[in-house]
Protein backbone atom coordinates (compact mmCIF):
# COMPACT_ATOMS: atom_id res chain seq x y z
CA UNK A 1 0.00 0.00 0.00
CA UNK A 2 1.99 3.42 -1.45
CA UNK A 3 2.23 5.68 1.59
CA UNK A 4 -0.93 7.70 2.03
CA UNK A 5 0.28 11.41 0.85
CA UNK A 6 -1.41 13.97 3.33
CA UNK A 7 0.25 17.05 1.27
CA UNK A 8 -0.86 18.86 -1.74
CA UNK A 9 2.12 17.92 -3.60
CA UNK A 10 -1.11 16.34 -2.37
CA UNK A 11 -21.88 19.18 -10.33
CA UNK A 12 -24.01 17.95 -8.88
CA UNK A 13 -26.36 18.07 -12.06
CA UNK A 14 -28.93 20.09 -9.35
CA UNK A 15 -26.19 23.13 -9.31
CA UNK A 16 -28.04 25.70 -8.34
CA UNK A 17 -29.03 23.26 -5.10
CA UNK A 18 -25.24 22.81 -4.02
CA UNK A 19 -24.58 26.57 -4.50
CA UNK A 20 -27.40 27.17 -1.77
CA UNK A 21 -25.22 25.21 0.37
CA UNK A 22 -21.72 26.15 -0.80
CA UNK A 23 -21.98 29.59 -0.65
CA UNK A 24 -22.94 29.59 3.35
CA UNK A 25 -19.92 27.30 3.92
CA UNK A 26 -17.17 29.10 6.12
CA UNK A 27 -14.66 27.41 3.90
CA UNK A 28 -8.82 20.03 -0.07
CA UNK A 29 -5.88 21.78 -0.56
CA UNK A 30 -2.76 20.40 1.00
CA UNK A 31 -1.90 19.25 4.77
CA UNK A 32 -0.87 21.76 6.99
CA UNK A 33 2.82 21.60 7.44
CA UNK A 34 4.21 22.01 10.97
CA UNK A 35 2.52 21.97 13.67
CA UNK A 36 0.12 24.70 15.50
CA UNK A 37 -0.28 25.20 18.72
CA UNK A 38 -3.29 24.78 20.62
CA UNK A 39 -4.36 27.66 22.97
CA UNK A 40 -4.00 27.42 26.72
CA UNK A 41 -6.80 28.25 28.93
CA UNK A 42 -8.09 30.86 31.03
CA UNK A 43 -10.04 31.47 34.35
CA UNK A 44 -14.15 31.87 33.79
CA UNK A 45 -15.29 35.37 34.77
CA UNK A 46 -19.06 34.29 35.64
CA UNK A 47 -21.05 32.11 37.56
CA UNK A 48 -21.68 28.73 36.48
CA UNK A 49 -23.26 27.26 39.31
CA UNK A 50 -25.72 24.48 37.71
CA UNK A 51 -29.45 25.32 39.03
CA UNK A 52 -30.03 21.96 40.55
CA UNK A 53 -33.35 19.81 39.48
CA UNK A 54 -36.15 19.07 42.21
CA UNK A 55 -35.39 15.40 42.87
CA UNK A 56 -39.08 14.68 43.41
CA UNK A 57 -40.49 16.13 40.18
CA UNK A 58 -37.46 15.04 38.09
CA UNK A 59 -38.63 12.36 35.75
CA UNK A 60 -38.28 8.83 35.97
CA UNK A 61 -36.27 6.75 33.30
CA UNK A 62 -36.37 3.05 33.44
CA UNK A 63 -32.94 1.55 33.24
CA UNK A 64 -31.60 0.79 29.55
CA UNK A 65 -30.44 -2.93 28.87
CA UNK A 66 -27.14 -3.56 29.33
CA UNK A 67 -24.60 -3.84 26.48
CA UNK A 68 -23.85 -6.75 23.74
CA UNK A 69 -21.32 -8.40 23.46
CA UNK A 70 -19.42 -6.49 21.34
CA UNK A 71 -19.16 -7.68 17.49
CA UNK A 72 -15.64 -8.12 16.03
CA UNK A 73 -14.65 -6.19 13.11
CA UNK A 74 -11.92 -6.61 10.53
CA UNK A 75 -11.06 -3.27 8.98
CA UNK A 76 -10.50 -4.34 5.42
CA UNK A 77 -7.34 -4.50 3.56
CA UNK A 78 -7.47 -1.94 0.91
CA UNK A 79 -5.65 -2.90 -2.55
CA UNK A 80 -3.91 0.31 -4.16
CA UNK A 81 -1.48 1.30 -6.43
CA UNK A 82 0.42 4.31 -7.93
CA UNK A 83 -0.75 5.20 -11.81
CA UNK A 84 1.98 6.33 -13.90
CA UNK A 85 1.02 9.60 -14.16
CA UNK A 86 0.93 9.98 -10.05
CA UNK A 87 -2.68 9.36 -9.42
CA UNK A 88 -2.87 7.32 -5.80
CA UNK A 89 -5.51 4.42 -6.56
CA UNK A 90 -7.69 2.49 -3.72
CA UNK A 91 -9.73 0.16 -4.33
CA UNK A 92 -12.50 -1.30 -1.95
CA UNK A 93 -13.82 -4.86 -3.20
CA UNK A 94 -17.43 -5.77 -2.40
CA UNK A 95 -18.82 -8.02 -5.05
CA UNK A 96 -22.74 -8.63 -3.19
CA UNK A 97 -24.03 -6.27 -6.51
CA UNK A 98 -23.05 -5.88 -10.22
CA UNK A 99 -21.85 -2.52 -9.84
CA UNK A 100 -19.27 0.08 -9.34
CA UNK A 101 -18.47 3.73 -7.01
CA UNK A 102 -15.82 6.10 -8.45
CA UNK A 103 -14.72 8.99 -6.52
CA UNK A 104 -11.96 11.16 -7.83
CA UNK A 105 -10.66 13.35 -4.91
CA UNK A 106 -9.03 16.50 -5.38
CA UNK A 107 -7.11 17.96 -3.37
CA UNK A 108 -9.04 22.03 -3.33
CA UNK A 109 -12.16 22.65 -1.55
CA UNK A 110 -13.99 26.10 -0.82
CA UNK A 111 -10.83 26.63 1.72
CA UNK A 112 -8.49 27.51 -1.28
CA UNK A 113 -11.42 29.58 -2.80
CA UNK A 114 -14.80 29.62 -1.27
CA UNK A 115 -16.66 30.31 -5.11
CA UNK A 116 -14.21 29.47 -7.63
CA UNK A 117 -14.01 25.65 -6.09
CA UNK A 118 -18.09 25.36 -6.12
CA UNK A 119 -18.20 27.03 -9.95
CA UNK A 120 -15.23 25.20 -11.16
CA UNK A 121 -16.34 21.50 -9.82
CA UNK A 122 -20.19 22.82 -11.29
CA UNK A 123 -19.09 23.53 -15.01
CA UNK A 124 -17.09 19.96 -15.60
CA UNK A 125 -20.52 18.76 -16.63
CA UNK A 126 -21.21 21.34 -19.19
CA UNK A 127 -19.36 20.13 -21.57
CA UNK A 128 -15.65 18.96 -22.95
CA UNK A 129 -13.47 19.56 -26.25
CA UNK A 130 -14.60 15.69 -27.05
CA UNK A 131 -18.30 15.61 -26.20
CA UNK A 132 -21.23 18.32 -25.35
CA UNK A 133 -22.99 18.30 -22.19
CA UNK A 134 -26.34 16.66 -23.99
CA UNK A 135 -23.61 13.89 -25.55
CA UNK A 136 -22.10 13.36 -21.71
CA UNK A 137 -25.63 13.31 -19.95
CA UNK A 138 -26.99 10.95 -22.68
CA UNK A 139 -23.94 8.24 -22.66
CA UNK A 140 -23.99 8.03 -18.67
CA UNK A 141 -28.45 8.18 -18.37
CA UNK A 142 -27.94 5.59 -21.33
CA UNK A 143 -26.56 2.84 -18.93
CA UNK A 144 -28.88 3.73 -16.00
CA UNK A 145 -25.09 5.47 -14.26
CA UNK A 146 -24.63 8.94 -12.39
CA UNK A 147 -21.72 11.05 -13.34
CA UNK A 148 -21.14 14.71 -10.93
CA UNK A 149 -18.69 16.75 -8.80
CA UNK A 150 -19.03 18.54 -5.41
CA UNK A 151 -17.06 20.30 -3.44
CA UNK A 152 -16.25 20.84 0.15
CA UNK A 153 -13.89 22.21 2.59
CA UNK A 154 -11.08 20.31 1.64
CA UNK A 155 -11.58 18.62 -1.39
CA UNK A 156 -13.40 18.75 -4.69
CA UNK A 157 -14.91 14.84 -5.41
CA UNK A 158 -15.50 13.94 -9.22
CA UNK A 159 -17.42 10.73 -8.70
CA UNK A 160 -19.62 8.10 -11.27
CA UNK A 161 -21.75 5.18 -9.91
CA UNK A 162 -21.81 2.57 -12.78
CA UNK A 163 -23.00 -1.54 -12.77
CA UNK A 164 -19.49 -3.21 -13.19
CA UNK A 165 -20.35 -4.06 -17.16
CA UNK A 166 -20.31 -0.08 -17.68
CA UNK A 167 -17.44 0.84 -15.58
CA UNK A 168 -15.03 1.81 -18.37
CA UNK A 169 -17.63 3.86 -20.21
CA UNK A 170 -17.86 5.97 -16.82
CA UNK A 171 -13.94 6.30 -16.39
CA UNK A 172 -13.97 7.49 -19.54
CA UNK A 173 -16.28 10.08 -19.00
CA UNK A 174 -15.05 11.17 -15.72
CA UNK A 175 -11.45 11.60 -17.43
CA UNK A 176 -13.18 13.64 -19.85
CA UNK A 177 -15.10 16.18 -17.77
CA UNK A 178 -11.61 16.29 -15.48
CA UNK A 179 -9.03 16.62 -18.45
CA UNK A 180 -10.75 18.39 -21.32
CA UNK A 181 -13.89 20.79 -19.56
CA UNK A 182 -14.20 23.97 -21.91
CA UNK A 183 -16.26 26.43 -19.19
CA UNK A 184 -18.92 28.07 -21.33
CA UNK A 185 -19.45 31.42 -20.40
CA UNK A 186 -22.91 31.42 -20.10
CA UNK A 187 -22.83 28.33 -17.93
CA UNK A 188 -21.07 30.70 -15.93
CA UNK A 189 -22.93 33.46 -15.36
CA UNK A 190 -26.21 30.58 -14.12
CA UNK A 191 -24.23 29.99 -11.48
CA UNK A 192 -23.17 33.15 -10.26
CA UNK A 193 -27.11 34.02 -10.36
CA UNK A 194 -27.72 31.04 -8.32
CA UNK A 195 -24.55 32.07 -5.76
CA UNK A 196 -26.65 35.82 -5.26
CA UNK A 197 -29.88 34.43 -4.42
CA UNK A 198 -28.51 31.96 -1.78
CA UNK A 199 -26.33 34.42 -0.70
CA UNK A 200 -29.38 36.66 -0.10
CA UNK A 201 -31.17 34.11 1.11
CA UNK A 202 -28.30 32.78 3.54
CA UNK A 203 -28.88 36.40 5.75
CA UNK A 204 -32.64 35.57 6.58
CA UNK A 205 -31.23 31.65 8.32
CA UNK A 206 -30.22 32.14 11.76
CA UNK A 207 -29.01 29.20 11.98
CA UNK A 208 -26.38 29.82 8.91
CA UNK A 209 -25.63 33.36 10.68
CA UNK A 210 -24.67 31.83 13.68
CA UNK A 211 -22.22 29.01 12.16
CA UNK A 212 -20.87 31.61 9.74
CA UNK A 213 -20.48 34.25 12.77
CA UNK A 214 -19.03 31.46 14.78
CA UNK A 215 -16.39 30.47 13.07
CA UNK A 216 -15.23 34.16 11.73
CA UNK A 217 -14.85 34.93 15.89
CA UNK A 218 -12.96 31.59 16.68
CA UNK A 219 -10.49 31.63 14.04
CA UNK A 220 -7.84 34.42 12.90
CA UNK A 221 -8.74 37.41 10.53
CA UNK A 222 -8.39 35.35 7.24
CA UNK A 223 -8.28 31.55 8.13
CA UNK A 224 -9.98 29.84 5.68
CA UNK A 225 -12.21 28.04 8.14
CA UNK A 226 -13.64 31.83 9.26
CA UNK A 227 -14.21 33.94 6.37
CA UNK A 228 -16.53 36.76 6.68
CA UNK A 229 -20.13 36.27 4.76
CA UNK A 230 -18.97 36.97 1.38
CA UNK A 231 -20.46 39.85 -1.25
CA UNK A 232 -22.12 39.85 -4.15
CA UNK A 233 -19.31 42.07 -5.39
CA UNK A 234 -16.94 39.13 -4.90
CA UNK A 235 -19.66 36.76 -6.85
CA UNK A 236 -19.81 39.37 -9.93
CA UNK A 237 -15.95 39.75 -10.30
CA UNK A 238 -15.47 36.37 -10.90
CA UNK A 239 -14.40 35.52 -14.48
CA UNK A 240 -14.13 32.88 -17.02
CA UNK A 241 -10.39 33.19 -16.74
CA UNK A 242 -10.15 32.73 -12.72
CA UNK A 243 -12.32 29.41 -13.25
CA UNK A 244 -9.79 28.15 -15.57
CA UNK A 245 -7.04 29.47 -13.63
CA UNK A 246 -8.24 27.45 -10.63
CA UNK A 247 -8.56 24.59 -12.76
CA UNK A 248 -5.14 24.35 -14.29
CA UNK A 249 -3.87 24.89 -10.94
CA UNK A 250 -5.52 22.51 -8.31
CA UNK A 251 -6.70 19.48 -11.18
CA UNK A 252 -3.69 17.61 -11.31
CA UNK A 253 -2.96 13.87 -10.98
CA UNK A 254 -0.39 14.45 -8.36
CA UNK A 255 -2.65 16.42 -6.73
CA UNK A 256 -5.61 13.92 -6.12
CA UNK A 257 -6.73 9.90 -5.08
CA UNK A 258 -8.80 7.75 -6.68
CA UNK A 259 -10.99 5.27 -5.06
CA UNK A 260 -13.23 2.53 -6.72
CA UNK A 261 -15.74 0.69 -4.45
CA UNK A 262 -17.75 -2.41 -5.33
CA UNK A 263 -17.46 -5.39 -7.86
CA UNK A 264 -13.87 -4.34 -9.07
CA UNK A 265 -10.55 -5.92 -8.27
CA UNK A 266 -7.45 -3.75 -8.70
CA UNK A 267 -6.54 -5.71 -11.51
CA UNK A 268 -9.11 -4.85 -13.48
CA UNK A 269 -8.98 -1.28 -12.18
CA UNK A 270 -5.77 -0.65 -12.87
CA UNK A 271 -5.52 -0.58 -17.00
CA UNK A 272 -8.66 1.34 -16.73
CA UNK A 273 -7.04 4.11 -15.01
CA UNK A 274 -3.79 3.78 -17.22
CA UNK A 275 -5.92 4.11 -20.56
CA UNK A 276 -8.23 6.78 -19.17
CA UNK A 277 -6.26 9.02 -17.53
CA UNK A 278 -2.97 8.75 -19.79
CA UNK A 279 -2.69 12.10 -21.25
CA UNK A 280 -3.50 13.96 -17.61
CA UNK A 281 -0.23 15.47 -16.87
CA UNK A 282 1.20 16.06 -13.61
CA UNK A 283 3.74 18.90 -12.47
CA UNK A 284 6.33 19.43 -10.26
CA UNK A 285 5.12 19.61 -6.37
CA UNK A 286 6.70 22.81 -6.04
CA UNK A 287 4.41 24.21 -8.47
CA UNK A 288 1.16 22.98 -6.44
CA UNK A 289 -0.05 26.14 -4.28
CA UNK A 290 1.28 26.24 -0.41
CA UNK A 291 -2.38 24.84 1.62
CA UNK A 292 -3.50 28.38 2.86
CA UNK A 293 -3.26 26.74 6.52
CA UNK A 294 -0.31 26.93 6.64
CA UNK A 295 0.60 30.84 6.85
CA UNK A 296 -1.59 30.25 10.38
CA UNK A 297 0.86 28.70 13.37
CA UNK A 298 -0.98 29.67 16.29
CA UNK A 299 -4.33 30.24 17.70
CA UNK A 300 -5.82 31.67 20.61
CA UNK A 301 -8.68 31.81 23.16
CA UNK A 302 -10.85 34.80 24.21
CA UNK A 303 -9.23 36.29 27.68
CA UNK A 304 -12.60 37.54 28.68
CA UNK A 305 -15.61 37.06 28.01
CA UNK A 306 -17.55 38.85 24.84
CA UNK A 307 -20.78 38.10 23.64
CA UNK A 308 -21.65 38.72 20.03
CA UNK A 309 -25.41 39.15 18.97
CA UNK A 310 -27.10 39.17 15.82
CA UNK A 311 -29.86 41.25 16.16
CA UNK A 312 -32.91 39.95 14.24
CA UNK A 313 -35.96 41.60 15.59
CA UNK A 314 -39.20 39.99 16.02
CA UNK A 315 -37.41 36.28 16.31
CA UNK A 316 -39.33 34.23 19.13
CA UNK A 317 -36.04 31.69 19.22
CA UNK A 318 -32.76 32.25 20.24
CA UNK A 319 -29.88 30.62 17.97
CA UNK A 320 -26.96 29.67 20.53
CA UNK A 321 -22.91 28.43 19.88
CA UNK A 322 -20.69 28.61 22.29
CA UNK A 323 -17.16 27.27 22.23
CA UNK A 324 -13.31 27.67 20.99
CA UNK A 325 -10.85 26.03 19.08
CA UNK A 326 -9.67 22.64 19.83
CA UNK A 327 -7.50 20.12 17.80
CA UNK A 328 -6.56 19.26 14.22
CA UNK A 329 -8.14 16.00 13.60
CA UNK A 330 -4.80 14.13 13.59
CA UNK A 331 -4.03 15.19 17.08
CA UNK A 332 -2.99 12.50 19.45
CA UNK A 333 -5.61 13.58 22.09
CA UNK A 334 -7.88 13.27 19.24
CA UNK A 335 -10.03 10.17 20.47
CA UNK A 336 -9.95 10.78 23.82
CA UNK A 337 -11.38 14.54 23.72
CA UNK A 338 -13.86 12.39 21.32
CA UNK A 339 -15.38 10.42 24.74
CA UNK A 340 -14.87 13.43 26.66
CA UNK A 341 -17.58 14.68 23.80
CA UNK A 342 -19.24 11.86 23.56
CA UNK A 343 -19.92 12.24 27.92
CA UNK A 344 -21.61 15.93 27.55
CA UNK A 345 -22.81 16.31 24.20
CA UNK A 346 -22.37 13.93 20.97
CA UNK A 347 -26.04 12.49 20.77
CA UNK A 348 -29.29 12.02 22.65
CA UNK A 349 -27.94 10.15 25.21
CA UNK A 350 -24.86 13.05 26.67
CA UNK A 351 -25.65 15.04 29.93
CA UNK A 352 -26.53 18.24 27.39
CA UNK A 353 -29.78 16.31 25.99
CA UNK A 354 -30.53 14.36 29.04
CA UNK A 355 -30.79 17.52 31.66
CA UNK A 356 -31.13 20.33 29.09
CA UNK A 357 -33.84 19.08 26.95
CA UNK A 358 -35.17 16.41 28.82
CA UNK A 359 -35.23 17.89 32.79
CA UNK A 360 -35.20 21.13 32.12
CA UNK A 361 -37.32 21.48 28.64
CA UNK A 362 -35.28 24.92 27.62
CA UNK A 363 -34.82 22.71 23.64
CA UNK A 364 -35.70 20.61 21.58
CA UNK A 365 -32.15 19.26 20.94
CA UNK A 366 -28.80 20.47 22.67
CA UNK A 367 -25.77 19.06 21.49
CA UNK A 368 -21.19 19.31 21.23
CA UNK A 369 -19.25 18.55 18.47
CA UNK A 370 -15.43 18.40 17.32
CA UNK A 371 -15.32 19.82 13.96
CA UNK A 372 -12.97 18.03 11.71
CA UNK A 373 -9.76 19.70 10.60
CA UNK A 374 -6.36 19.80 9.06
CA UNK A 375 -5.68 22.93 11.22
CA UNK A 376 -7.34 22.96 14.71
CA UNK A 377 -10.99 22.65 14.32
CA UNK A 378 -13.75 23.87 16.92
CA UNK A 379 -15.41 22.21 20.20
CA UNK A 380 -18.93 23.95 19.91
CA UNK A 381 -22.42 23.44 21.55
CA UNK A 382 -25.11 23.66 18.98
CA UNK A 383 -28.73 24.91 20.29
CA UNK A 384 -31.66 27.39 20.06
CA UNK A 385 -34.57 28.17 22.67
CA UNK A 386 -36.82 30.73 23.25
CA UNK A 387 -36.05 33.97 24.24
CA UNK A 388 -37.56 34.09 27.27
CA UNK A 389 -35.56 31.34 28.36
CA UNK A 390 -31.91 32.55 26.87
CA UNK A 391 -30.74 33.06 30.35
CA UNK A 392 -31.56 29.86 32.36
CA UNK A 393 -29.92 28.31 28.96
CA UNK A 394 -27.11 30.04 29.54
CA UNK A 395 -26.58 29.26 33.00
CA UNK A 396 -27.22 26.02 32.08
CA UNK A 397 -24.45 25.53 29.10
CA UNK A 398 -21.70 26.97 31.22
CA UNK A 399 -22.52 25.17 34.20
CA UNK A 400 -21.80 21.66 31.99
CA UNK A 401 -18.71 23.02 30.93
CA UNK A 402 -17.33 23.40 34.20
CA UNK A 403 -18.49 20.34 35.30
CA UNK A 404 -16.66 18.58 32.58
CA UNK A 405 -13.69 20.28 33.27
CA UNK A 406 -13.71 20.18 37.61
CA UNK A 407 -15.34 16.42 37.50
CA UNK A 408 -13.96 12.90 37.50
CA UNK A 409 -17.16 11.23 35.34
CA UNK A 410 -18.37 8.29 36.92
CA UNK A 411 -17.21 5.14 36.59
CA UNK A 412 -20.13 3.82 35.16
CA UNK A 413 -20.90 6.75 32.90
CA UNK A 414 -17.04 7.28 31.54
CA UNK A 415 -17.43 2.41 31.07
CA UNK A 416 -20.69 3.33 29.20
CA UNK A 417 -19.61 5.66 27.19
CA UNK A 418 -16.41 3.46 25.89
CA UNK A 419 -18.60 0.85 24.78
CA UNK A 420 -21.05 2.56 22.74
CA UNK A 421 -18.26 4.24 20.91
CA UNK A 422 -16.40 0.83 20.62
CA UNK A 423 -19.65 -1.01 19.53
CA UNK A 424 -20.87 1.12 17.22
CA UNK A 425 -17.90 1.54 15.25
CA UNK A 426 -18.95 -1.70 13.22
CA UNK A 427 -22.10 -0.01 12.37
CA UNK A 428 -19.85 2.65 10.57
CA UNK A 429 -17.95 0.12 8.44
CA UNK A 430 -20.83 -2.08 7.20
CA UNK A 431 -20.95 -1.10 3.71
CA UNK A 432 -17.93 -0.17 0.62
CA UNK A 433 -19.52 3.46 1.40
CA UNK A 434 -18.29 2.90 5.14
CA UNK A 435 -15.12 1.78 4.11
CA UNK A 436 -14.50 5.12 1.24
CA UNK A 437 -15.18 7.45 3.63
CA UNK A 438 -13.02 5.88 6.25
CA UNK A 439 -9.99 5.94 3.65
CA UNK A 440 -10.76 9.27 2.71
CA UNK A 441 -10.61 10.57 6.40
CA UNK A 442 -7.12 9.05 6.50
CA UNK A 443 -5.90 10.61 3.14
CA UNK A 444 -7.70 14.14 3.74
CA UNK A 445 -6.51 14.36 7.57
CA UNK A 446 -3.10 13.04 7.21
CA UNK A 447 -3.48 9.85 9.57
CA UNK A 448 -1.91 6.69 9.58
CA UNK A 449 -2.30 4.03 7.40
CA UNK A 450 -3.32 1.71 10.01
CA UNK A 451 -5.63 4.47 12.06
CA UNK A 452 -8.76 2.26 11.76
CA UNK A 453 -7.83 -1.09 12.62
CA UNK A 454 -6.24 0.30 15.61
CA UNK A 455 -9.11 2.57 16.49
CA UNK A 456 -11.27 0.54 19.09
CA UNK A 457 -8.03 -0.04 20.69
CA UNK A 458 -7.09 3.08 20.81
CA UNK A 459 -11.02 4.02 22.38
CA UNK A 460 -9.84 1.38 24.98
CA UNK A 461 -6.83 3.14 25.80
CA UNK A 462 -8.72 6.19 27.36
CA UNK A 463 -8.53 6.55 31.14
CA UNK A 464 -11.37 7.93 33.10
CA UNK A 465 -8.71 10.91 34.13
CA UNK A 466 -7.99 11.74 30.66
CA UNK A 467 -12.17 12.76 30.54
CA UNK A 468 -10.91 15.96 32.64
CA UNK A 469 -7.30 16.36 31.50
CA UNK A 470 -8.19 16.77 27.60
CA UNK A 471 -11.29 18.87 29.09
CA UNK A 472 -9.15 21.37 30.71
CA UNK A 473 -7.17 21.53 27.85
CA UNK A 474 -9.27 22.27 25.56
CA UNK A 475 -12.36 22.97 26.43
CA UNK A 476 -11.64 26.46 27.40
CA UNK A 477 -13.72 28.50 30.01
CA UNK A 478 -14.04 31.52 28.41
CA UNK A 479 -15.92 30.28 24.92
CA UNK A 480 -16.85 32.23 22.59
CA UNK A 481 -20.48 32.85 22.92
CA UNK A 482 -22.45 33.88 19.50
CA UNK A 483 -26.56 34.26 19.72
CA UNK A 484 -28.61 35.24 17.10
CA UNK A 485 -32.24 36.42 17.84
CA UNK A 486 -34.17 40.04 18.72
CA UNK A 487 -31.47 42.09 20.13
CA UNK A 488 -32.74 43.81 23.28
CA UNK A 489 -34.24 40.93 24.34
CA UNK A 490 -31.24 38.98 24.48
CA UNK A 491 -28.62 41.74 25.63
CA UNK A 492 -31.51 42.39 28.40
CA UNK A 493 -30.70 38.78 29.19
CA UNK A 494 -27.13 38.65 28.93
CA UNK A 495 -26.58 41.58 31.35
CA UNK A 496 -28.46 39.74 33.83
CA UNK A 497 -26.83 36.24 33.70
CA UNK A 498 -23.11 36.77 32.46
CA UNK A 499 -22.88 39.88 34.31
CA UNK A 500 -18.70 40.45 33.01
CA UNK A 501 -19.70 40.18 29.34
CA UNK A 502 -18.91 41.99 26.35
CA UNK A 503 -21.71 42.30 24.16
CA UNK A 504 -21.18 42.92 20.62
CA UNK A 505 -24.18 43.62 18.62
CA UNK A 506 -24.34 43.26 14.59
CA UNK A 507 -26.67 43.17 11.49
CA UNK A 508 -27.66 40.46 9.79
CA UNK A 509 -25.00 40.86 7.17
CA UNK A 510 -22.95 40.39 10.22
CA UNK A 511 -21.44 44.11 10.54
CA UNK A 512 -20.98 45.34 13.64
CA UNK A 513 -24.06 48.18 14.45
Not at 500 to 508: L, V
Given at each position: MPTMKPNRAPLLRCVVSYIAAASVLCTLGCQPSGKTTPPDP?????????????????????????????RPVNFPKIASFEASNGILVFVVE????????????????????EYLAAFTAGMLGEGTSARSKAKIDEAIEFVGGTLGAIPSQHTTTVFTHSLHRDLKLALVLMADEVMKATFPAESLEKLKQAARASLRMSTAQPD????????????????PYGRALPSEARINEITIADVKKFYSTFYRPNNAFLIFSGDVTAAEAKPIVERTFARWAKVDESKLPINPLNQFKRYTVPNKLVVHVVDRPGSEQVEIRMGTVAIARNHEDWVALQVANNILGDDAGGRLFQDIREERSLTYGIYSQISLGQAPGTFQVTTNTKVATLGPMLGAIFGHLERLRTEAPSETEFNDTVQKMIGRFPLEVET???????????????????????????IRAVQRSDIQRVAKKYIHPIPHVVLVGSGAEIKAQVEAVLT?????????NLRLK
Open positions: KPLPVNTDLPKVNPETARAYPEPPGPSETNHEVPTVSTQLVLRAGTMDDVLADRLFNRVAYPEGHASDIVAKVREILVFGLANDYWTKYRDETATIKMYDT
